[in-house]
């Protein structure tokens, strides 16, 4: 079975800074997705960033991007010049293929704060 | 507006009494989802349909019942809810080939 490992429960940045949250996940299959979800105060799941496991390039949103090592089954989420709005829940997520089950598992959660 | 609608968004109930929570759609998604959300454990998924009358169990099934008659709607049931399901639900919902859920605003229940 797929688990997804979040193990940092809370993160603190200076506002304009850098944070990198990490995630870690466990699969058989060789071929997958990786999303990192934000959830603000609003409970609003809202997507932040995707990546398929078959592309070696690592993707990018404007402020957010991601450090994809699928060798060592790592998911972490960069955001560059932290702003205030970014203050929210982030959770990593795997799915299966698709074309196979619509499972989704979702890590435990990093609340991310932004200081002032 | 696409949008995915749950209600209620607040529900407040006594042990043993069933509930049903809906979810509708209007984007024409063939996959949607249950999930609840819990302090420390994230979201766990409970029940996913890929089509309609075709619904399968999650990793937290007990005490919940689904059902996909029509393709819009994917109702939750609690048959007879224990204080352990007091929880914040999401429903979701995506196209089959294509790999974004689409999420409802949440339903708070709180079960005494």
């Known amino acids: 079975a797929q688990t997804v490992t979040q193990s940092q429960p809370e993160m603190s940045v200076q506002e304009a800074e850098t944070v990198t949250l990490s995630c870690t996940y466990d699969t058989s299959e060789s071929d997958y997705y990786l999303f990192w979800y934000k959830q603000p105060p609003s409970r609003q799941m809202i997507l932040v960033i995707r990546q398929e496991a078959y592309k070696q390039q690592n993707a990018t949103e404007n402020r957010f991007s991601v450090n994809f090592q699928k060798a060592a089954k790592s998911f972490s989420l960069k955001i560059s010049d932290s702003q205030l709005g970014d203050a929210a829940m982030y959770f990593c997520?795997?799915?299966?293929?698709?074309?196979?089950?619509?499972?989704?598992?979702f890590g435990t959660g990093t609340r991310l704060k932004v200081l002032a | 507006e696409a949008q995915v609608t749950q209600n209620p968004r607040y529900l407040i109930t006594v042990t043993g009494k069933k509930l049903t929570v809906t979810c509708s759609q209007n984007m024409n998604h063939e996959y949607m989802s249950w999930y609840r959300q819990d302090p420390g454990l994230g979201l766990r998924q409970i029940y996913y349909s890929m089509n309609v009358e075709v619904t399968d169990k999650g990793d937290v099934p007990e005490g919940y019942k689904v059902s996909r008659k029509e393709k819009r709607n994917f109702p939750l049931i609690l048959e007879s809810p224990s204080p352990n399901q007091t929880s914040l639900y999401f429903c979701?919902?995506?196209?089959?080939?294509?790999?974004?859920?689409?999420f409802g605003p949440g339903t708070r229940l709180t079960v005494t």
């Open positions: 979701a919902s995506s196209y089959r080939g294509q790999y974004e859920q689409y």
């Open positions: 997520a795997y799915r299966s293929p698709l074309g196979g089950t619509y499972k989704y598992i």
